[in-house]
């Protein structure tokens, strides 16, 4: 769970510090995190800038009350320090499709958001954003970062199955991948072309991980990859992103539905 709010805390820090700090503007917090139904274990993220480093950092925020609730369903997170806050999920049964929401307590000041809990599409029944192909009797995957015009939204991890580790999904080092709905952004970038490969035998196998998205968050990620991966040379200075916490912060937080999936190498489209 703590490797997508990671990765997308480092792309808030990108995105939002510069701007924040050459305009004199301040946040009382930056916010990330939300809820997996992959995992038991739930992770929120509380940090300020840290006004003080040249390089405008971040350092945690604790003592905090952070609460998520679903109709009668609550999650209470405590504070493991530095900013970390942790919860376990409750029963999802009668959960999809309805709203979550995010109560954060700090200082007498209330920070709420919502967001929706979307069914993932089944892997089975998706387009897969990875093909093989066969060079010198050598095997290479290939996995497209980025997928645009795509049915749904969505957040996908994907690796052979002989590299895959629950140890290595905790590190913004995750090879994630995204389709979108949306088409692709009017930039000339090389970087939308981004692959990730890997050598395999055809008795190998992959761990395809696929995670949905709400279509506000969906917009969120496409936003954040604009200010950042895709800005080119002569782009402007990244702008803050609007995400959907209330009340002077920064940040978004998410509810996905997540699902984990073993596929064979032989199963997987070959390239033309």
């Not at 924040?20 to 800038?49: C, F, H, P, R, W």
């Not at 029963?91 to 499709?97: A, F, I, P, R, S």
């Not at 700090?106 to 920070?111: Q, V």
């Amino acid at each position: 769970m703590r490797f997508l709010l990671i990765i997308v805390t480092c792309f808030l820090a990108v995105s939002c510090q510069k701007s924040a700090v050459d305009e004199g503007q301040s946040y009382d917090m930056i916010v990330e995190g939300g809820i997996n139904t992959m995992y038991k274990e739930q992770y929120i993220q509380l940090k300020k800038l840290d006004g003080l480093k040249s390089n405008s950092g971040t350092i945690g925020i604790s003592g905090a009350t952070v609460r998520v609730t679903n109709g009668p369903n609550m999650i209470e997170f405590n504070d493991l320090g530095e900013g970390l806050y942790y919860g376990e999920l409750f029963n999802l049964k009668d959960t999809v499709g309805n709203v979550f929401q995010l109560t954060i307590t700090l200082n007498g000041k209330l920070y709420e958001a919502q967001d929706q809990l979307i069914p993932v599409v089944p892997i089975e029944n998706a387009f897969l954003p990875v093909e093989k192909s066969n060079l010198n009797n050598k095997w290479t995957v290939k996995v497209n970062k980025h997928l645009f015009g795509m049915r749904t939204s969505n957040k996908w991890l994907i690796m052979p199955q002989k590299d895959f580790s629950e140890d290595d999904i905790s590190s913004f080092r995750s090879p994630f991948s995204y389709s979108y709905r949306l088409g692709a952004p009017n930039v000339l970038n090389n970087l939308l072309g981004k692959t990730y490969n890997y050598e395999v035998s055809l008795k190998d196998s992959l761990i395809v991980s696929k995670f949905s998205e709400s279509p506000r968050y969906s917009r969120f990620i496409y936003n954040l990859f604009q200010e950042t991966e895709w800005k080119g040379l002569l782009s402007a200075v990244p702008a803050n992103v609007e995400g959907n916490i209330s009340n002077n912060a920064l940040g978004f937080f998410y509810v996905m539905d997540g699902v984990r999936k073993s596929i064979p190498i032989k199963d997987i489209r070959t390239s033309k």
